[in-house]
């Protein structure tokens, strides 16, 4: 359920892909049985594709990889967590306008 450019992040592939990068890193916490996560999942996709060779963005699917929602204090979903050099930025929980998100990410490149 991502688009072209939106990763899957997973407990087993996460520190390779999130953490330990330079570029900003978008987190997409999610369930499939979730409305307001498949509400928001258009506009994460939409930021994958828009930041591009500059940010990565993707998803974590929390009932498949329980640790990371765990890690990440992960209290109710959609959350979306900003990370810079593995260290969260921001996090939203809820839906959030995608310039908001989109700013996040412009001001932390």
Not at 27 to 38: H, K, L, M, N, T
Request: charged fraction near 20%; hydrophobic fraction near 45%.
């Amino acid at each position: 359920m991502a688009g072209a450019a939106t990763l899957t992040f997973t407990d087993s592939n996460f520190d390779a892909e999130a953490t330990g990068h330079s570029a900003p890193v978008l987190v997409d916490f999610w369930a499939q049985w979730c409305a307001p996560c498949r509400a928001l999942s258009p506009t994460i996709d939409q930021l994958a594709t828009d930041f591009q060779g500059k940010a990565k963005v993707g998803k974590v699917d929390i009932d498949s990889n329980q640790k990371l929602a765990m890690k990440f204090g992960i209290q109710s979903i959609p959350t979306v967590v900003l990370l810079k050099n593995g260290e969260i930025v921001k996090k939203w929980v809820g839906i959030q306008p995608k310039n908001v998100m989109a700013d996040a990410i412009s001001a932390a490149l």
